[in-house]
């Protein structure tokens, strides 16, 4: 993979410790040596095959480290960071397990539980020419999608499911999945999923997996928030913590740039003007949209994506913005994961994040597999502590600097110009997919009394019902 051109002429300041995890367990049984290529694993040879086509020549040091514990059945604990390989890393293994085998309608093989739908596309995608070599069939189960097009899945056999939590949950309600037939269980970003709220629904999920069955859970970090579900579910797990956490990337670079409240919009209009490719994320999605709207209106090709997007509008967003007809990203935390696009070398912060989890892994959209990258925090006045604060808790000591739009130091660190001020106009489409979008369990009979259920008398979600809900499958 190619690496933009830099203009940086001095480094900047990276990250020195990371935040303090929890005690990993001590692994009893002595772990399977790390392996330096893929033809040294038992795999099919298929598999193998498939990985020479795709170019995949050299594990990552995660997958070298856990790939054979993994495919000898063990439990699997592993951190690392966004970008590292993590998905091969648990999909091989799962891939390898479920050669030969068929499942039965509704009845899957193998369960990777995710926290959001675009890591759900994503690991879908990335595991989709792996499954096709062995006859493998993959199911994404996610919100925001069509109901009928999942069940249909379903029934006709899915040997893999890749599924958010919430609407699994829904599906296995409407007695459309069982999961007793699951020999290997996946959490991929676990520390997020107990971050939005999910673990009452992750943990009912893996309590109806058949024991016995194996689990892996890849994370980039390893907080206490997970400690749980390692504790109960994970039996004597092989530990690997291969990666630095997300913001000790030592091709990683931390800047925090201070700014006067009347300067932010000039500073983050120049920086999205800059030649290349760069994700900007700010707190919501009006905001967010006002920011795209502006550029647009200035000649930037922006587009912005968030959770009030139907899932086929944030698909053709994403997808737009990875084959370069929008150069300018502008989103809330739903792009802070699993999403993967080649030679992103800047993130924006237009807001801090709410704390230095957000932080590390709305950074990690760059400097992935190797490459590197830069952060940018705009910060004003008022922002200053709650700041210093947040980069001592995520490790890292940035470089800080004052700024003004149109300065060279801006052009130094971000790229940054002027726009054209010639408008530009992006067609994402406006309307849901054909197929309109059901909630499971509300058939167009259904679909009258689940609204009554969940909404006030005026057609609108309670305060109550909003505050309780957790931030399922966003």
Known sequence: MRSPARTHARPAAR???????????????????????????????????????????????????????????????GRGRTGSGKTLAFGLPVLARLAGRRAQPGQPLALVLVPTRELAQQVTDALTPYARALRLRLAAVVGGMAVSRQVTALRAGAEVVIATPGRLKDLIDRGDCRLDQVAVTVLDEADQMADMGFMPQVTALLDQVGRGGQRLLFSATLDRNIDLLVRRYLHDPVVHSVDPSAGAVSTMEHHLLHVHDADKRATATEIAARDG???????????????????LSVGVRASALHGGKSQPQRTKTLARFKDGHVTVLVATNVAARGIHVDDLDLVVNVDPPGDHKDYLHRGGRTARAGESGTVVTLVLPHQRRAMDRLMADA???????????????????????????????????????????????????????????????NGRATARSRRSAPRNDT
């Open 395 to 457: 490790g890292i000591t940035p470089r800080s600097v004052r700024i003004r739009p149109g300065e060279a130091e801006l052009h130094r660190i971000t790229g940054a110009r002027t726009p054209s001020g010639v408008p530009v106009t992006i067609t994402v489409p406006a309307t849901e997919e054909r197929e309109r979008t059901e909630s499971p369990g509300r058939g167009r009979r259904g679909r009258r009394s689940g609204r009554a259920a969940g909404r006030g008398g």
């Open 277 to 295: 490719r760069v994700i900007m994320f700010l707190d919501t999605k009006h905001a967010a949209d006002r920011l795209a709207r502006h550029l």
């Open 15 to 77: 990250a020195t410790a990371r935040p303090q995890e929890f005690a990993l367990p001590v692994t009893r049984t002595e772990p399977l040596p790390a392996v330096t290529s893929f033809a040294e694993l038992d795999m099919p040879a298929r598999l193998l095959a498939a990985l020479r086509d795709q170019g995949v020549t050299e594990p990552f040091p995660i997958q070298a480290a856990t790939l054979p514990n993994a495919l000898a059945g063990r439990d699997v604990l």
